[in-house]
């Protein structure tokens, strides 16, 4: 499998370096790795939590929040008085958010995904603009850590405009770690699409190598440099590195299952402070990746 690099880092560890963790999918240890890397990190770090639909890097990091922003998307308001039902703005709709019975028209915010087709396609000036609330983005300082996340409204089917919200707070200098959400949807794609590296988290179970080789495809199409770390690594079987060796990906760290650690996430304890002497080998991962 072929690999290729992104952004070159300039001189100095993790300045303009944006690393995405990432998984195929859930309960693999993502977050625990992501939250542990910022605490490792040396000079300016900043996490974004980007699983907008179940954020739980706060729970490690414990950031003091002192920033809330409301964050809206702008969704069509049809005025009957002016609409001459010509039926432009409900075709242009892929997602089906305006639809059109004779002289009956309707939009379904909830569906909307904010294109603004149907503003520019409208003639009669019969679409006009509304806003619909998705979430919170919450932001603040963890100790040293420049902590920033969001909370999808309860119900609301669309994360990303969140996601993106969230991104345009990261910084322009110093180590960015941005928290992927699980799997290889929208949400993925929207995390990794500027990252200059991204770390697969996976176990070496079945399920665990069929999510990270459909992970790898996603990086591969993305033309985005990856490695593998593999959590707990003593369980299972060595298949995830067989794969790892065969496709040219290189497997950068390796997480035992050890009691103390599931007692200390179970506790909302991170890594580094169950583990201690994890955080040598995570040092050494950011300076890795970083030159």
């Not at 993790?14 to 859930?26: D, F, H, L, P, T």
């Not at 003091?64 to 039902?85: F, N, Q, S, W």
């Not at 760290?253 to 201690?276: C, D, H, T, W």
């Amino acid at each position: 499998m072929a690999r290729a690099g992104g952004r070159a880092p300039a001189d100095g560890e993790g300045e303009n370096m944006r690393i995405a963790v990432a998984s195929g999918k859930g309960g693999t240890g993502k977050t625990t790795v992501s939250t542990s890397l910022a605490l490792c990190a040396k000079g300016p770090v900043q996490y974004l939590d980007c699983d907008v639909e179940e954020p739980n890097g706060h729970i490690f990091l414990r950031p003091e929040l002192t920033v809330a922003e409301h964050c809206r998307v702008t969704v069509p308001r049809i005025m009957e008085d002016k609409c001459t039902y010509c039926g432009k703005c409900r075709d242009i709709c892929l997602f089906r958010a305006i639809t059109m019975f004779g002289k009956t028209i309707m939009s379904f915010p909830e569906l909307c995904h904010s294109c603004m087709g149907c503003f520019l396609v409208c003639e009669d000036e019969a679409v006009a603009r509304d806003e619909r609330e998705i979430g919170l983005l919450e932001a603040g300082r963890a100790g040293e850590i420049d902590f920033v996340h969001g909370r999808c409204r309860v119900g609301e089917a669309m994360s990303v405009p969140l996601l993106k919200a969230v991104k345009k707070k990261s910084r322009d200098e110093g180590l960015v770690i941005l928290d992927a959400p699980p799997g290889t949807s929208c949400p993925f794609v929207e995390t990794i699409s500027d990252a200059d590296f991204v770390l697969l988290v996976t176990e070496p179970t079945p399920f665990g190598l069929h999510d990270l080789k459909l992970a790898a495809e996603v990086l591969v199409n993305f033309n985005k440099p990856c490695g593998v770390i593999i959590n707990r690594a003593d369980l299972g079987d060595d298949r995830v590195d067989e794969w790892c060796r065969k496709s040219g990906i290189p497997v950068m760290l390796k997480i035992p299952f050890e009691r103390k650690i599931a007692e200390g996430y179970a506790r909302g304890v991170n890594l580094v402070e169950s583990q201690p002497a994890l955080r040598a080998p995570l040092e050494n991962l950011i300076r890795e990746i970083c030159s």
